[in-house]
């Protein structure tokens, strides 16, 4: 595993990480059982990055009894919102979702806390005095967390908060991978010119770099015809090279220097350690 400096921050991280969204797996009375194999199976590939929120079912839950019984350190990354559902993103409500999970995590600490899908904030809740920044501001001067960081696919909003500096991190999610480069605009130059780590989720794009029919679905639900002849372009390019689709996903989106970790949402020891192969691979020329 290769590790990149996530921006300004002091922490050097895995290139691939764990999203916590699916690490339960498809089977309830499994849950526990294979967040822990899959966590434990991070620590002994190199991955030390894990990125989760409230939103994800169990996940804060599940991953902090996985914590507890894996050998390895990780740096932890949650989210405020949707905590509760009708959530109104101010400062003493990001305190109380913060505290939260840290009891769901049983950490004492959070290395990050991001705004959990920005649009849903908006501009002027997130800046106003008593705002959803002023409540991570808080939390960091009462050491809930080290960084504080932003997500979502709002790519206008997110340009513009990335461009303030007051953002340590971002997150963007199915706006940029092999076929699609919507974050590329304005978002990642924006996150460069101040210096912040960056995470791609979704770098699958549900499943349209894998094969079958999700592949064919996900496809068909690519938002133009562009996008859909750069798939095929790039398809051409990486398959009659070895290795899998998804680790060529992976491997595409590392060779950009402004990205700091692709961020795996895998849902089984197979699928972590497929695409956890991709750090080493040679960079698509």
Same mark, same amino acid.
């Given at each position: ?168 991190? $971002? ?8 076929? &699609?480069?919507? /974050?590329? #605009? +304005?978002? =990642?130059?924006?996150? @460069? ?60 989106? $590392? ?8 961020? &795996?949402?895998? /849902?089984? #020891? +197979?699928? =972590?350690?497929?695409? @956890? ?9």
């Amino acid at each position: 595993m290769n590790y990149r400096m996530l921006g300004r921050t002091a922490l050097q991280i895995s290139e691939v990480s764990l999203g916590g969204a699916y690490l339960m797996g498809s089977d309830p009375e499994r849950y526990v059982e294979n967040t822990t194999q899959v966590v434990q199976r991070a620590a002994e590939l190199g991955v030390n990055y894990i990125d989760t929120a409230p939103l994800y079912g169990k996940s804060e839950i599940l991953l902090g009894e996985a914590l507890a019984a894996t050998k390895g350190q990780f740096y932890i990354a949650t989210k405020v919102g949707y905590d509760p559902v009708d959530f109104d993103y101010r400062r003493d409500s990001v305190l109380g979702s913060l505290e939260r999970s840290l009891q769901r995590l049983g950490v004492d600490k959070l290395n990050i806390a991001q705004i959990h899908e920005v649009n849903m904030a908006g501009w002027d809740r997130i800046m106003e005095p008593g705002g959803t920044l002023a409540g991570l501001r808080a939390a960091q001067q009462q050491g809930l967390c080290d960084y504080i960081g932003i997500t979502g696919r709002a790519i206008p909003l997110l340009a513009q908060l990335a461009a303030t500096g007051e953002f340590d991190t $971002l997150l963007v999610y199915h706006d940029y991978h092999p076929c &699609s480069q919507k /974050a590329a #605009v +304005a978002v =990642l130059p924006a996150a @460069a010119t101040q210096n912040m780590g960056v995470v791609i989720g979704t770098p699958l794009a549900g499943g349209l770099y894998t094969s079958g029919p999700r592949q064919a679905e996900a496809l068909a639900n690519l938002e133009s015809e562009t996008e859909r002849q750069a798939f095929w372009q790039w398809l051409r390019r990486v398959e009659q090279l070895p290795g899998s689709l998804p680790q060529h996903a992976f491997r595409t989106i $590392l060779a950009d220097p402004r990205v700091s970790t692709v961020s &795996s949402g895998a /849902a089984s #020891v +197979a699928e =972590l350690e497929e695409v @956890a192969a991709a750090s080493a691979m040679e960079v698509l020329a």
